[in-house]
């Protein structure tokens, strides 16, 4: 059965430490695996990985896959309370039906002043 | 502002009730994505349509029913809802499946519907 599981399902860090998610996936025919922000209620595109040991980065945030392990990591360094919010692993496989998206349960990370 | 608007933002019905959300998107996509967001459960995918044809139907129950007169506009028509159907319903789009483009699958999503059953 196909799978995203993201952990840790929630953490608490103060301003200033580094975080790190972890997203793992067991699916045929992997196409690519995107990770989204949920702050409020609109989760909004953060990354589409594609290509295994290629980092991309925005800011203070990275990311990169290890498709032969099977996960990626989400990296936020020198956090910020506005860090704060529900972030979401999602993972497409070119077996389903277009423009499907299987999506883990999320990590939500809590960032204190 | 994703470019992607959902009303209305809240919804209270009863479960005789017929009420529908409505989606419109700005941003010149061809597909169009109905999701439900219940607590501690991953969202789940319920339709997708692609240049208004429905591609996905996610063995969603009868009692939801989706219409994509355009490829701006997506509705959920809403009739004798039971309570575990309260959750938050995300509407989302992307490129569509002919852009031919590895970007054609980034979804960008709208606020969604908060809706509770009673």
């Not at chain 1, 925005?58 to 956090?79: M, P, V, Y």
């Not at chain 2, 969603?60 to 309570?83: A, I, Y």
């Amino acid at each position: 059965e196909d799978k995203v599981v993201q952990s840790p399902l929630s953490l608490v860090v103060h301003e200033g430490d580094t975080v790190t998610l972890n997203c793992s996936y067991e699916v045929t025919n992997f196409r690519s695996l995107l990770w989204y922000k949920q702050e409020k209620k609109a989760p909004t595109f953060l990354f589409m990985l594609t290509s295994s040991g290629i980092e991309k980065k925005s800011g203070r945030l990275s990311s990169i896959l290890d498709k032969k392990e099977l996960f990626s990591i989400l990296n936020i360094t020198a956090t910020q309370t506005g860090d704060s919010a529900v972030y979401l692993c999602a993972v497409e496989a070119s077996q389903w039906s277009w423009g499907k998206l299987q999506f883990g349960a999320g990590t939500q990370v809590v960032v204190t002043p | 502002e994703t470019g992607v608007t959902q009303t209305p933002r809240h919804l209270v019905m009863g479960m005789t009730n017929k009420k529908s959300l409505k989606c419109e998107q700005h941003l010149g996509h061809n597909a169009m994505y109905w999701y439900k967001q219940s607590a501690k459960k991953p969202l789940e995918l319920m339709f997708v349509y692609n240049f208004k044809e429905q591609t996905e139907n996610n063995s969603v129950p009868s009692r939801f029913s989706p219409e994509c007169p355009n490829s701006s506009h997506l509705f959920l028509h809403l009739h004798t809802l039971q309570p575990e159907d309260s959750a938050l319903y995300l509407c989302a789009s992307s490129q569509g499946e002919s852009s031919g483009s590895l970007a054609k699958n980034i979804q960008y999503f709208g606020a969604g519907t908060r809706l509770s059953v009673l």
